[in-house]
Protein backbone atom coordinates (compact mmCIF):
# COMPACT_ATOMS: atom_id res chain seq x y z
CA UNK A 1 0.00 0.00 0.00
CA UNK A 2 1.53 3.57 -0.78
CA UNK A 3 1.71 5.95 2.04
CA UNK A 4 -0.79 8.62 1.32
CA UNK A 5 1.41 12.38 0.93
CA UNK A 6 0.91 15.66 2.06
CA UNK A 7 -2.10 13.94 5.14
CA UNK A 8 -1.62 14.78 8.59
CA UNK A 9 -3.10 13.01 11.37
CA UNK A 10 -5.12 15.74 12.06
CA UNK A 11 -6.54 17.29 8.66
CA UNK A 12 -10.29 16.62 8.65
CA UNK A 13 -10.55 13.48 10.25
CA UNK A 14 -12.73 12.20 13.33
CA UNK A 15 -10.35 13.88 15.67
CA UNK A 16 -10.86 17.58 13.77
CA UNK A 17 -13.44 18.85 16.06
CA UNK A 18 -11.53 18.54 19.27
CA UNK A 19 -8.78 20.95 16.99
CA UNK A 20 -11.14 24.37 17.61
CA UNK A 21 -13.99 22.95 16.08
CA UNK A 22 -16.02 23.50 19.88
CA UNK A 23 -16.54 27.17 19.75
CA UNK A 24 -18.10 26.97 15.63
CA UNK A 25 -20.10 23.73 16.96
CA UNK A 26 -21.78 25.46 20.12
CA UNK A 27 -22.60 28.74 17.99
CA UNK A 28 -24.27 26.63 15.40
CA UNK A 29 -26.13 24.75 17.89
CA UNK A 30 -27.22 28.19 19.77
CA UNK A 31 -28.51 29.55 16.05
CA UNK A 32 -30.48 26.79 15.62
CA UNK A 33 -31.55 25.63 18.86
CA UNK A 34 -32.58 29.50 20.77
CA UNK A 35 -35.25 30.01 18.09
CA UNK A 36 -36.76 26.12 18.14
CA UNK A 37 -36.81 26.70 22.26
CA UNK A 38 -38.47 30.61 21.77
CA UNK A 39 -40.87 28.73 19.06
CA UNK A 40 -41.87 25.66 21.96
CA UNK A 41 -42.70 27.76 24.82
CA UNK A 42 -44.91 30.21 22.53
CA UNK A 43 -46.86 27.02 21.32
CA UNK A 44 -47.12 25.53 25.01
CA UNK A 45 -47.88 29.16 26.13
CA UNK A 46 -50.96 29.40 23.31
CA UNK A 47 -52.38 26.02 23.69
CA UNK A 48 -52.15 26.11 27.53
CA UNK A 49 -55.70 28.22 27.74
CA UNK A 50 -57.13 25.40 25.62
CA UNK A 51 -56.66 23.11 28.34
CA UNK A 52 -58.09 25.73 31.49
CA UNK A 53 -54.86 26.98 32.15
Do not use: C, H, K
Amino acid sequence: MAPTEGRTPNDGGPDAASAGGLPRLVISWSIVGLPLLYGVVETIRAILPLFGQ
